[in-house]
């Protein structure tokens, strides 16, 4: 990537910087200043830029572009918004063939050009500029006007004019072959003698007399004012509001040739206002309680809570859902509790001309203080069924058992089972409730039968089960596979998703299928991995700050890209033990097998690894930190240093008690490198 302006945020910026402008790593970029117009992705370096964004920006500056604003002066090149020019006599004086001027703010006078060409003219920001004044084009070739509210606009002659986006009280083209007018606003309106002409996506206010080219998908004042050849033009007429808005801008939103709406645009965030609903205490037992809220927009923020109104705990919702179900574990047995939330959303974008006085994204809401009082004693454990051949009306008895996972987990209390039938289950299971330390929530395939999360037959599952500040859970005996973890469109999937929550275990679980991250965690402490496997899995497993972490007697097979990521980054530790692992795909096989950030924080001892190349040869590890220091290697997708096994023992000053050999997998007899 080279040459790019980028505006989010983007992996290992120190491969990009040198060549890239990265608007959120260089506090030194002022999009504003630096850019000739990035609200509209016009990012030529205006004239005072530094030289760095000259030399890296996506387009060269230009030599003959021309600002003008209140406040300028006339004397000035011109060349940038510190430089710009005061009065439209200057600018226009200037403007030569192949120029531009952009109108920052409002102005005032006429502007007449004769036998030009190739002239831009162009209100800079977000909305339309006033001139209070006329445009005047006569003859002129290769004109382009957007943004610009005016008081009259003559066109004769000439060709190839472009109107877009603008305003205009009255408006008249004649003689001008391949005219075009687009999402503008025009009152009285006449277009004669214009050869090809199109004119579409705009509003009238008032009659418009059109003899020539096409017209269509535009909005009108009333049913008499609507030609009867343009089929898709409707009647609609605006209430204007500051800015050139529209107050009623859903009438004419989404309704142009293109889905972009009928008149001037522009992309800006809804107007949704941040509303929590639905806030109660789901579940409750004498040590646990799930608290529940709903929003009208994906949120993130704070629990807070405590044995008072004070609520002086607290827990962070980093998931951006509209659905957040919280687990509380280690209360009291009959104590109140108060909570509240306090929580934050972005509101999505959209293309309109609808007014927005506040156009940062952020939206907050805060619901008030509420309790729940935790129960004295809780009932005896109990074990839920579930088979295909179910039914989610029945009582979950082993007579008369649940159609599916997820109505079992509905119902579950801490130290209850879902024992689950063999068969093919097409659901994702989102686990509503904890368990506490004493009475963990288990969910079990039955004995001697196989239970499969899947998709398939037209059933996309992106992700097979999904843990959000939950605790003390067991998953055990079970298979993630099908196409409940195949990437699609672009969407990441997952087989365990697991956020914010701890205590986790899973055993005799076969990870298969290709999805994006076989098990991706975060935030999660305890989480245990026994007797379980994965196959395939395009980057396999990926645990983020979970610190306690340990995966033991487990088989890893044929990872596409590696088979775990560990990242440590405030050195939480973990133990890989007892493990098998076999090779990357073989275009893969230079990749690491075991990705950590800091080894000093990972025992890694008494493995089998099974590779395609000797162990002198094969890249099995990549670290970023180990003995206390960071690499000083350019930052790679696996890891700053990628060594073998060998060369990682003298490092790390470890002793050798993993090993290389095959392990005679029936479903792996052997690898080879081809």
């Not at 387009?59 to 009065?87: I, N, Y």
């Not at 531009?100 to 209100?123: H, K, P, T």
């Not at 009867?228 to 009623?248: I, K, L």
């Not at 649940?402 to 801490?414: G, H, Q």
Request: glycine content about 8%; aromatic content about 8%.
């Amino acid at each position: 990537m080279r040459n790019s302006v980028v505006l989010s945020s983007v992996d290992f910026p120190e491969d990009y910087q040198e060549d890239n402008i990265l608007a959120r790593n260089n506090p030194d970029i002022d999009l504003d200043r630096d850019f000739a117009d990035p609200v509209n992705f016009d990012f030529r370096p205006q004239g005072q830029a530094s030289a760095f964004i000259k030399q890296v920006a996506p387009k060269p500056e230009s030599q003959t572009l021309l600002f003008l604003k209140q406040g300028g002066q006339d004397a000035a090149d011109g060349r940038s918004l510190a430089s710009a020019l005061a009065t439209l006599p200057a600018a226009l004086a200037r403007l030569q063939d192949g120029g531009e001027i952009y109108f920052v703010d409002a102005q005032q006078g006429d502007i007449v050009l004769q036998n030009r060409n190739n002239i831009v003219l162009r209100g800079r920001g977000l909305y339309p500029v006033r001139l209070q004044g006329s445009i005047v084009l006569e003859n002129c070739r290769n004109i382009t006007l957007e943004r610009l509210a005016v008081q009259d606009l003559r066109i004769t002659g000439g060709s190839a004019i472009s109107i877009n986006q603008c305003l205009a009280e009255t408006l008249q083209a004649s003689q001008a072959a391949n005219f075009r007018l687009t999402h503008s606003v025009s009152g009285q309106t006449s277009i004669s003698a214009c050869e090809n002409a199109v004119v579409t996506a705009n509003v009238f206010t008032a009659a418009k007399m059109q003899d020539c080219g096409w017209s269509d998908y535009n909005a009108y004042p009333n049913a008499a004012a609507r030609p009867e050849q343009e089929s898709r033009s409707f009647v609609a007429q605006p209430v204007m509001d500051e800015n050139f808005t529209f107050q009623n801008s859903y009438l004419f939103n989404g309704r142009a040739a293109d889905g972009f709406p009928v008149g001037p645009y522009r992309r800006q965030p809804r107007p949704t206002v941040l509303a929590a609903s639905q806030v109660r205490a789901a579940t409750v037992s004498s040590e646990t309680a799930n608290l529940e809220i709903f929003a009208n927009l994906p949120f993130t923020g704070t629990l807070r809570y405590g044995s008072d109104e004070k609520c002086s705990e607290s827990l962070p919702l980093n998931s951006a859902e509209a659905y957040h179900n919280i687990g509380l574990t280690g209360l009291q047995p009959g104590q109140q509790y108060f909570y509240k939330f306090a929580i934050q959303a972005e509101a999505r974008e959209q293309f309109s001309n609808q007014l927005v006085k506040n156009r940062n994204r952020g939206r907050s809401a805060s619901t008030a203080v509420e309790s729940f009082t935790t129960a004295t004693a809780d009932p005896e454990p109990r074990t839920l069924h579930v088979a295909l051949t179910g039914d989610d009306q029945a009582d979950g008895s082993a007579e008369r058992p649940f159609r599916s996972i997820s109505r079992a987990a509905e119902l579950v209390r801490p130290g209850d089972t879902v024992l689950i039938r063999g068969g093919e289950y097409r659901e994702t299971l989102e686990v509503p409730v904890s368990g506490s330390p004493g009475r963990p929530i288990t969910f079990r395939g039955a004995p001697g039968e196989k239970v499969i999360f899947t998709g398939g037959e037209g059933c996309y599952i992106p992700r097979a089960v999904v843990i959000n500040n939950q605790h003390h859970l067991v998953f055990d005996h079970l298979h993630i596979g099908g196409s409940v973890v195949r990437p699609k469109d672009g969407v990441p999937s997952n087989g365990f998703l697991i956020n914010d929550s701890s205590n986790i275990t899973l055993s005799r679980v076969l990870l298969g299928g290709v999805g994006t991250w076989t098990l991706m965690a975060s935030n999660t402490p305890r989480i245990t991995l026994v007797n379980c496997a994965k196959l395939g899995g395009h980057e396999g497993l990926r645990f983020t700050g979970c610190d306690e972490l340990a995966i033991r007697n487990c088989t890893f097979v044929i990872g596409f890209i590696g088979s775990t990521t560990i990242l440590n980054y405030k050195g939480e530790k973990a133990v890989f033990e007892n493990n098998v692992v076999t090779d990357n795909l073989n275009m893969k096989g230079l990749n690491p097998v075991l990705y950590v950030h800091n080894f000093d924080a990972v025992i890694e001892r008494n493995n089998c690894f099974y590779m395609r190349t000797p162990e002198s040869d094969k890249p099995l590890f990549g670290y970023n930190v180990a003995n206390g220091q960071e690499s000083a290697n350019r930052p790679q997708y696996l890891g700053r240093e990628q060594v073998t096994y060998p060369v990682y023992l003298e490092r790390l000053q470890r002793e050798r008690t993993s090993f290389f050999a095959n392990p005679d997998l029936v479903l792996l007899p052997e690898l080879k490198v081809t």
